[in-house]
């Protein structure tokens, strides 16, 4: 089974819609991350959180927002969804030992 | 967002070749990751380097980090047709984890 786990891994929607993308890991890390990913470009960070507590912004922050729900759950948001939000979303795990784990992603497209 | 300077942006090898790539930043880092990704998954990570000057391997894969802390290499030998993806560098400074990411090679082989 995989250690990290998105949901959904597809989804096609329409500008100014509410979309929720949710990360699972199983690997007992307390660090979870979400980038995105834009073609032929490497991954950008969106948020960040250390613990259950703890949320930060990343470098594109704007226009998301994430909710940690568990240890074990990191869940992205995109308020009103628009065309240029259209992307590949990654979620990561870190023990903090500087190595990140990715999940699989979620393609995003918003018309 | 930041980026890392990764080079080269592609490469078109024979089966049986090596491979060189690097990556170079304005900044220090204090760690080094390199990641790869096949189409339509996330990153997986091949190597991570902890201390300038260190060289490490994975099977075929060999990695440096750089003695002035602002570079890092992978070399790949003796390619075969499963090594074809996108190679990612990554650098962590500072005392926070947040990764900063290479624009990504993409590999291709030729049997």
């Known amino acids: 089974d995989a250690d990290v786990t998105q949901t959904p891994r597809n989804r096609i929607t329409k500008t100014g819609k509410r979309i929720m993308l949710e990360c699972s890991q199983t690997?007992?890390?307390?660090?979870m991350y979400w980038y995105r990913q834009d073609p032929g470009l490497g991954l950008q960070l969106i948020y960040y959180s250390f613990d259950v507590k703890d949320i930060n912004k990343g470098e594109i922050s704007d226009g998301y927002s994430v909710s940690r729900q568990a240890q074990a759950k990191f869940s992205l948001s995109l308020e009103s969804a628009i065309p240029n939000q259209t992307a590949l979303y990654f979620c990561?795990?870190?023990?903090?030992?500087?190595?990140?784990?990715f999940g699989p992603g979620t393609r995003l497209t918003v018309l | 967002g930041q980026q890392l300077n990764q080079s080269p942006q592609s490469m078109f090898i024979q089966e049986g070749e090596d491979v060189s790539m690097n990556c170079t930043s304005s900044?220090?880092?204090?760690?080094w990751l390199w990641y790869k990704q096949d189409p339509g998954e996330g990153p997986v990570l091949l190597i991570a380097l902890y201390k300038a000057g260190e060289l490490t391997s994975n099977g075929r894969l060999t990695a440096q980090f750089g003695i002035t802390r602002k570079d890092s290499f992978l070399n790949i030998s003796a390619s075969i047709p499963s090594d074809v993806g996108i190679y990612f560098c990554?650098?962590?400074?500072?005392?926070?984890?947040?990764?900063?990411f290479g624009t990504g090679t993409r590999l291709q082989v030729f049997p």
């Open positions: 990561a795990t870190s023990a903090g030992t500087g190595s990140q784990f």
């Open positions: 990554a650098g962590q400074g500072g005392d926070t984890d947040k990764l900063i």
């Open positions: 900044s220090i880092f204090n760690t």
């Open positions: 690997k007992g890390h307390d660090r």
